[in-house]
């Protein structure tokens, strides 16, 4: 009795988790085009606001939708898509987990003749088309932006994203790339804030501890920790002294900027990426010719034109 | 009916008659001792008291999550879904603090209400079902989780007004608010689980549940009791955690029922059941916020941060384990 209730338990709440996590109809008939959709994670604020931006322009172009919460598994987003294959959708938009391990999903999706555009973040196989912005060039911008303010001199925080994903690795990347080119600015310290603004607000008072007001700048990559941080240092009394500069635009983060607290962030066009990647697939589908890589501009967001971001 | 009580409790608690007596808890004390000496000599930043401030406010929240698990391990069972409940309670708590709507008494009823209610949720499924803690707290905390993704519509809930973010973040004469809670939720749970009827006979249901059971002991009752204890202790968790960040987030407080599990082991309560105890589990929660901190400090790399800690965490052990041996 004991397990086949704890057994029935388990199949009941997974059946009805899996029935959650699908929006729309189960199956791809009728003469409306359906575009199977899979997405990195519903819990982070930006990915849902692309997904809402595809939703949106589905809706308007009459597609139909399943969209699916992959929650950061590779293996789950393989399986997603090979249901996508098996229930014959007409096109699939997937915002990969990571770079190798969600490549054969890519791969099969190919294999069935089924187009697929990746949205957000890059695979090693290459799909049909990639609807996203360079992560690289978003820390550039930011690190940039730090050296300016400082002149070129001063030390600076970096507080990474998960170690290893596909973000973290390449912010870091760009943030080094423009170190390099100002030898008088010191990465005094770097760490893992895995994304979250609890953590790195801890850290940040951490090293409030070890280094005061040696630190002249602070680079988070991503607001959430930038927020973190901010929120540390103001606390502590330093928030006037020290610059905090952080990626995303997210709401928060903009209202911050516009009052001030925290200097400044990189945006990243949620929207853009969204629709952009329902109308390459749309393209695709009424065999016009698209273009196979869509790169969405970042843009720099200061007190001076915080004004044109906010809602 | 008390004779037999008293006996089983002397028969179930034997450790934690030791524990009351305090030489169990001087093994991990004395693992804490010598990490904080060793900081204080890496680093003249460790020792300082706005350091020592920081240390307790940022492990204030595995600490209040840390007393509730403790309960439930000592009655031999196990919370996983304290994480998923920080969350919920975090996000139910700023859906009612935006300022100048509802008085400040609105979030925090409803914040420790929810987390009473979905511990209370899984006292009762594992009492009338059977099913092990381990599959129940696992079910809630997927349901928690999705129900703070709901509640939230996936996104943070931020500009809370400023007397609720006085939880995490205000100072009453230089002490950080969240301390203060702390220190009344630790007198209040040791008391709890020494001095009251109920806290013997959680020993005696982790102890030995069919002697219980047989000696009168209302052992659903206990068990209901310490999940629901668990879930308001979320709940307090999830308010100070909202209030620090000054944002409720659907996704905050991933993992941290391993690191409540993981403070009040390393304070010595029995993953068996029958013996812990507050003390233990407070020195267990400010050895991990103590590391965790140090390596900072030091500027240790990430990669290297998950080694030591798990080498020291089981370093400690040990040593418990060598000095329990001895006494």
Known sequence: ?311 | MKQLVTSLYNQAGTSYKKRVQGIGTYGILLAFIVICVALALSTPRFLTVSNLTIIVTQVSINALLAFGVTFVIITGGIDLSLGSLVAVTGVVAAMFAHPDTFPLIVPLVFALGAGLLMGGFNGLVITKSKVPPFIVTLGTMTIGRGLALILSKGRPISNLSDSFNFIGGGKILGIPFPIIILLIVFVACSLLLRKTIWGRYMYAVGGNEQAARASGIPVEKIKMLVYMLSGTLAGLAGLVLTARITTGQPNAGQGFELDAIAAAIIGGTSTSGGSGSMTGTLIGALLIGVISNGLDLLNVTSYYQQVVMGVIIIGAVILDGLNRKAA
């Open chain 1, 1 to 311: 009795m004991n397990r086949l209730s704890a057994f029935s338990f388990f199949l009941l709440s997974t059946f009805f988790l899996t029935n959650c996590n699908q929006s729309g109809s189960d199956t791809a008939s009728g003469d409306k085009p359906v575009i199977g959709v899979t997405m990195l994670s519903m819990q982070n604020e930006f990915i849902v606001n692309v997904s809402d931006e595809i939703d949106k322009k589905a809706e308007e172009a009459g597609v139909e939708l399943i969209t699916v919460d992959a929650e950061r598994s590779a293996l789950k987003q393989i399986e997603q898509v090979e249901s996508f294959i098996a229930q014959g959708v007409d096109a699939i938009i997937m915002n990969p987990c990571e770079v190798e391990a969600s490549s054969p999903a890519v791969a099969k999706a190919l294999a069935a003749g089924i187009p697929i555009i990746n949205v957000n973040s890059a695979t090693a196989t290459k799909p049909s088309a990639f609807v996203g912005s360079d992560d690289v060039e978003s820390a550039r911008i930011a690190m940039k932006y730090i050296a300016e303010k400082l002149g070129g001199k001063g030390n600076v925080i970096m507080i990474h994203g998960y170690m290893g994903q596909a973000a973290q690795i390449q912010r870091e990347q760009g943030a080094r790339e423009i170190l390099k080119n100002y030898p008088d600015l010191k990465l005094l310290a770097s760490q893992t804030g895995e994304w979250d603004r609890a953590k790195a607000m801890s850290l940040m008072e951490n090293w409030i501890q070890s280094y005061g007001s040696q630190i002249n700048a602070v680079f988070a990559h991503n607001d959430e920790m930038g927020m973190g941080a901010m929120k540390a240092l103001t606390d502590a009394g330093l928030k006037d002294k020290i610059l905090v500069v952080s990626i995303d635009a997210i709401p928060d983060a903009l209202q911050a900027v516009q009052k001030g607290t925290l200097d400044a962030t990189v945006y990243q066009n949620a929207k853009q990426q969204g629709s952009q990647a329902i109308e390459t697939a749309l393209k695709i589908l009424n065999k016009q010719p698209y273009e196979q890589e869509v790169l969405i501009p970042f843009q720099l967001v200061t007190k001076q034109n915080v004004a044109e971001f906010v809602k």
